[in-house]
């Protein structure tokens, strides 16, 4: 129901809702029931790709069930595609979730990024992180806290 005012589950001053209703145009590459795909209007490489939930949440854990893995169902049909189509030879996948990750858009998103032989980009290790200094006793006391409170 595209383009036919936003329903309760979207956001009036969210641009994402806004292109998923077709109030903002985009270039889709891609629809479902729960997914919208559109090349990314300031791509880092040819092919960037952005992968929304139709429903409107800043937050991964905020979604629906069944919404999030819709949505990289998605993410994971088109980013072969994509390879395909601009030539590319990997892809970079990614989900800043919140703004201390870098999301700037407060609508869940995913970024599916061509990725070319010698671009130079590097892994998602080389951005510059401040890393902590984790023993194996840290470690399993981390994993400990998030078993905890699932």
Not at 83 to 89: K, L, N, Q, S, T
Not at 129 to 143: E, F, I, Q, S, T
């Amino acid at each position: 129901m595209r383009g036919r005012g936003l329903p309760p589950d979207m956001s009036d001053d969210c641009i994402f809702c806004r292109i998923v209703d077709d109030e903002i145009p985009s270039r889709a590459v891609y629809e479902d029931e729960d997914s919208f795909a559109f090349l990314d209007v300031n791509p880092l490489t040819e092919g960037h790709t952005l992968v929304v939930p139709k429903v409107h949440d800043p937050r991964i854990g905020g979604l629906p069930d069944g919404v999030a893995a819709a949505v990289f169902a998605t993410m994971s049909e088109l980013a072969p595609a994509i390879e395909r189509a601009v030539g590319a030879d990997a892809m970079t996948v990614a989900v800043n979730d919140g703004p201390a990750a870098g999301q700037e858009v407060p609508h869940v998103h995913g970024h599916l990024v061509p990725r070319f032989e010698g671009d130079g980009a590097g892994p998602i290790h080389a951005l510059d992180w401040k890393r902590p200094d984790l023993d194996d006793d840290d470690l399993d006391d981390v994993a400990e806290a998030i078993r905890e409170v699932q």
